[in-house]
């Protein structure tokens, strides 16, 4: 892909790959002409030094160091390097990166607006005890109020495990998997964390047992005109959750149905979009009627089990594989097993 016609047109002086992104540092000769062309991804060059006149259409401009230029894909133009050459940084961006960027970037924004909006409002009293005192129930609050809550909440992490099903789909499964989930994992904790502590800062924990905490928490800064972006915001993240969940399961049903294990219709393809089209269409209809149909409570204990007996499973087929065919291929090894997998479980 960093040849220097297809590319770049020019000399490569070092190059890393970063999930969909290709960073590359170039350097032109003097008066170089690169002829009108296109590029299959969209584009961002920032010249570091020297200076490039661009031809695009019947406009031509100059650009010196410090200056950004995004570029459409197929956007035909052409270069002029300056006399005494030029040194720039392009940053090649994959469309389907891109797509997956664009689909949950109304989660990350959220959560970073109301992070950074809300840390103006925290009321320290708020945040203490650390741990509210039992109720003299079983789960409200004190330690077994965590325990209830860590077991109820599992399913804010069901989007981990939904990485690996798309593995086919992966260019290189073996490195991009480990990184994508480890990576994800890290940086949700960060914001839940991050969330949370905001959250309860302004608002007292006793008032947040409702089905919208996010709105309640804004609502109780005063700021009116950022409480409708984080509510519609929000709407927005529970989409991008159900594709990627439905992504996920239709894929275990594929890989089910091509085994053996589920019936053919499962794992039929569409001939043009080359996914799994009727098991899709199958299993949204069935996640509506069930989502419309059942309580809201009822339905996030179901879940949360559904996902732990999931992960306690894998946990246990991780261990049993280890001494059932121990030279099976791994590209990706889990350290210290079973200690690992008996800890996740």
């Known amino acids: 892909m960093l040849g220097a016609t297809n590319f770049t047109h020019g000399d490569v002086l070092r190059w890393r790959r970063v999930g969909g992104l290709v960073l590359a540092e170039v350097e032109y000769g003097a008066r170089q002409r690169i002829h009108r062309?296109?590029?299959?991804?969209?584009?961002?060059?920032?010249?570091?030094?020297?200076?490039?006149t661009e031809i695009r259409g019947n406009?031509?401009?100059?650009?010196?160091?410090?200056?950004?230029?995004?570029?459409?894909?197929?956007?035909?133009?052409?270069?002029?390097?300056?006399?005494?050459?030029?040194?720039?940084l392009i940053?090649?961006?994959?469309?389907?990166?891109?797509?997956?960027?664009?689909?949950?970037?109304?989660?990350?924004?959220?959560?970073?607006?109301?992070?950074?909006?809300?840390?103006?409002?925290?009321?320290?009293?708020?945040?203490?005890?650390?741990?509210?005192?039992?109720?003299g129930a079983f789960g409200q609050f004190g330690w077994s109020g965590i325990l209830r809550g860590a077991g109820v909440m599992f399913f804010a992490y069901i989007g981990f495990d939904a990485v690996s099903t798309a593995a086919q789909e992966a260019k290189n499964p073996s490195r991009d998997m480990p990184i994508g989930i480890l990576a994800s994992l890290a940086i949700c904790t960060v914001i839940y964390i991050l969330v949370a502590i905001v959250l309860l800062g302004i608002v007292p924990y006793q008032q947040l047992n409702v089905a919208d905490p996010l709105a309640v928490g804004i609502d109780a800064t005063g700021l009116r005109w950022l409480s409708p972006v984080i509510k519609v915001a929000a709407l927005?993240?529970?989409?991008?959750?159900?594709?990627?969940n439905l992504?996920?399961?239709?894929?275990?049903?594929?890989?089910?149905?091509?085994?053996?294990?589920?019936p053919p219709i499962f794992s039929a393809v569409h001939p043009r979009f080359r996914t799994p089209h009727i098991s899709t269409m199958m299993?949204?209809?069935?996640?509506?009627?069930?989502?419309?149909?059942?309580?809201?409570?009822?339905?996030?204990?179901?879940?949360?089990?559904?996902?732990?007996?999931?992960?306690?499973?894998?946990?246990?087929?991780?261990?049993?594989?280890?001494?059932?065919?121990?030279?099976v291929p791994r590209p990706f090894r889990t350290p210290t097993v079973p200690l690992v997998a008996s800890l996740v479980q």
């Open 59 to 88: 406009e031509t401009s100059t650009y010196g160091p410090s200056t950004l230029l995004f570029r459409r894909p197929d956007e035909p133009h052409a270069y002029l390097v300056s006399n005494a050459g030029a040194i720039c």
């Open 247 to 262: 992504l996920a399961q239709t894929r275990i049903f594929y890989s089910m149905s091509r085994d053996g294990l589920l």
């Open 91 to 135: 940053v090649d961006v994959d469309p389907a990166w891109l797509d997956r960027a664009r689909e949950h970037a109304p989660v990350l924004a959220q959560s970073t607006v109301f992070v950074v909006a809300g840390a103006a409002y925290i009321n320290r009293a708020n945040l203490t005890p650390l741990i509210p005192p039992n109720t």
């Open 37 to 52: 062309h296109v590029h299959a991804h969209a584009r961002f060059v920032l010249v570091l030094q020297g200076s490039l």
């Open 283 to 327: 299993t949204a209809t069935i996640i509506a009627l069930v989502a419309g149909l059942t309580p809201i409570g009822v339905l996030s204990q179901l879940v949360s089990i559904g996902t732990l007996l999931a992960f306690m499973l894998v946990c246990i087929g991780v261990i049993i594989l280890r001494r059932t065919a121990p030279d």
């Open 236 to 244: 927005f993240g529970l989409f991008s959750t159900m594709l990627v």
